[in-house]
């Protein structure tokens, strides 16, 4: 989207894109000047491949199907980093929806009560009983 000319006017949903780059009206479409921008939208794209095998190549690895989540690390603290795979534990097939939420991953017990299939809304956690 940047390459294209998007500055996060954030009314994409409107259809009066200041760039031109999401409405459908004719007239701000215009301002999307194709040629000119096929051409960044090229070199982002090849960018993006660069840096992807650059890091593949400093993980040691070949191909991005090899790339694991223990090959990515995240800040956690100033001092401290943590793999995604040890943040966020593989979970096999229907697990969520078979075990009691105590027995999950610390990372799954915490979130997954707050999902619903029914939105895309964070459901607000229940309150605590009091006795």
């Given at each position: ?19 031109g780059v999401t ?32 890091l593949l190549q ?74």
């Amino acid at each position: 989207m940047f390459a294209l000319g998007c500055i996060q006017a954030q009314t994409c949903h409107t259809g009066n894109c200041p760039t031109g780059v999401t409405t459908q009206d004719p007239q701000r479409q215009m301002a999307l000047v194709v040629p000119s921008k096929a051409q960044r939208v090229k070199n982002f794209h090849h960018q993006t491949l660069e840096s992807l095998r650059e890091l593949l190549q400093a993980s040691g690895l070949q191909t991005p199907h090899q790339l694991q989540a223990r090959h990515i690390m995240r800040r956690i603290s100033a001092h401290q980093t943590c793999s995604l795979e040890d943040l966020y534990p593989s979970m096999s097939e229907g697990r969520l929806l078979q075990e009691a939420t105590s027995e999950l991953p610390p990372v799954f017990k915490e979130f997954w009560p707050l999902a619903s299939a029914q939105h895309f809304q964070l459901v607000a956690p229940s309150a605590p009983e009091t006795a």
